[in-house]
């Protein structure tokens, strides 16, 4: 609540009365209200915020000595941790300097405004991301994909102000299309969502978009963000669509999502509280046409369960996100499967019936979204899990290997794409990482 009541301009010390959730929940007794009745008369009639200014001035360089540069590189960390802005791990003092280098990269001045992050509402500028990035190891080119990042991030479309601080622990997700991928090292193939000394970008990027959450946005576990297991990931995720293993007339998914140029470096971006690997594969004879059909309704069983998270991106946001490798793409478009045609199955065969929704308590969600589109969707029987096919997003990305697909269950009121720009020095930085990582 404190977050929140920064967020929206109060007064972040701002008069309020908690109460344990037990006194909340369904059956519970809210009689304890009545006796503390003085504390909210108190706090609308005599409360007086001890807060002044806008809290938009820059604050002081904080200064760390030690006798060693391995001591001070300890204290700074303990520093960090004891202050609640690092994440567990160890971090990279965002000295004035590394912080300079790191907006080598960046295309606009370090003070453009990007917006508030929710829910604390901490300003956030261009040099806040060189911030984070310092902080997470990162480099000057990856500055321009992190700002898009952000930018996406910030949409109200996106529904970030709900998810940074709800109990789902949903995660950000950050596809890339474009050049951009390959030309920073960021990974389309094996082990694109895992770590990768040889492809470090996609780790650095996402870590400094969750050190942003946390410093800007105050999403503190337990204090700012009431996720019940967290977001599951140090570094949420960012992957580039394997774009030169797409089958010929198949779309770049941010030319076919957000009507980007194909060739155009882009983002697209979208929550995810959830990741299934799913075996696509046969493991006998089958033939090509079985094996294909098998895999897509294994991955269509997987998306037709009555869980409620798909709710929030119900009319225009995604139900979530399948990754399918490269090889598998190729061989069904060799069978005739489109995109659009994968989406069409997957949209009918995960369908649920009424009564499996009732089961397990589902209708009452449904009856009380927010969505007109939404709470209409009762009356189908089976029920779709999205109000259209063109909401599942498909993502042709992982290693040359047949055997698995990857679904991330979406959370996500939107999908929210940007354009990536770049500083007229990222030819220079992509040789300056020719020589300071070895060749791409």
Same mark, same amino acid.
């Given at each position: ?8 301009? $109060? ?17 519970? %007794? ?27 001035? &820059? !604050? ?39 912080? %300079? ?9 370090r003070g453009r405004g990007l917006g508030t992050f929710p ?9 806040? *991301? ?23 991030? $910030? ?38 969502? &895992? ?23 105050? !999403? ?8 019940? +297991?967290?977001?599951?990931? +140090?570094?949420?995720?960012?992957f580039a669509e394997d774009e030169a293993n797409l089958p ?6 941010? =030319? ?9 470096? @882009?983002? @697209? ?21 079985? %094996? ?21 991106? +119900? ?6 996100? $399948? ?38 308590? *589902? ?7 927010? @969505? ?5 969707? $009762? ?17 042709? =990305? ?7 697909? +990857? ?16 500083? @007229? ?16």
């Amino acid at each position: 609540m404190t977050n929140a009541v920064a967020g929206v301009g $109060l007064a972040p010390d701002a008069a309020m009365v908690t109460f344990p959730i037990e006194m909340f929940l369904p059956g519970s %007794d809210i009689s304890p209200m009545e006796v503390r009745k003085r504390e909210f008369y108190d706090g609308l009639t005599r409360w007086r915020s001890a807060f002044a200014g806008d809290g938009v001035s &820059g !604050a002081p360089m904080v200064h760390v000595q030690g006798t060693s540069v391995e001591d001070a590189f300890a204290r700074a960390n303990h520093l960090m941790l004891a202050n609640r802005w690092g994440d567990g791990l160890p971090l990279w003092p965002p000295t004035r300097e590394r912080v %300079d280098w790191i907006l080598g990269g960046a295309a606009q001045p370090r003070g453009r405004g990007l917006g508030t992050f929710p829910p604390r509402g901490g300003v956030t500028t261009v040099e806040s *991301c060189a911030i984070a990035l310092a902080m997470a190891g990162g480099r000057p080119e990856y500055v321009p994909v992190l700002v898009a990042a952000v930018s996406a991030f $910030l949409d109200a479309e996106s529904g970030s102000e709900q998810l940074q601080a709800a109990s789902g622990s949903a995660f950000p997700v950050v596809i890339v299309n474009g050049p951009i991928g390959a030309q920073i090292r960021l990974n389309a193939g094996f082990g694109c969502l &895992g770590p990768d000394p040889q492809r470090p970008a996609g780790a650095s990027i996402g870590r400094a978009l969750r050190l942003l959450q946390q410093n800007l946005g105050g !999403a503190l576990p337990g204090i700012g963000t009431m996720a019940n +297991y967290g977001g599951m990931r +140090y570094t949420n995720v960012v992957f580039a669509e394997d774009e030169a293993n797409l089958p010929s007339g198949w779309t770049p998914h941010g =030319a076919e999502r957000h009507g980007f140029e194909p060739g155009t470096s @882009s983002i @697209s971006f979208a929550f995810a509280n959830g990741v299934t690997n799913i075996r696509r594969r046969g493991a006998k004879k089958e033939t090509p046409e079985e %094996d294909a059909l098998q895999g897509m309704h294994r991955m269509a069983d997987f998306m037709r369960v009555p869980n409620m998270p798909g709710l929030a991106g +119900y009319e225009r946001g995604t139900p979530g996100i $399948l990754m399918i490798p490269g090889v598998v793409a190729q061989t069904m478009a060799g069978l005739g499967w489109t995109k659009a045609s994968i989406r069409e199955f997957l949209w009918e065969h995960s369908r649920i019936p009424v009564a499996e929704l009732r089961r397990a308590g *589902c209708p009452a969600w449904i009856e009380i979204d927010a @969505s007109k589109v939404t709470r209409e969707s $009762l009356a189908l029987d089976p029920w779709p899990i999205t109000a259209s096919p063109d909401n599942f997003v498909i993502v042709v =990305a992982g290693g040359g290997h047949p055997t698995n697909s +990857y679904w991330m269950q979406g959370y996500s009121p939107g999908v929210v794409g940007r354009p990536i720009e770049l500083p @007229s020095s990222f030819e220079r930085l992509l040789a300056d990482a020719e020589r300071d990582l070895g060749p791409r």
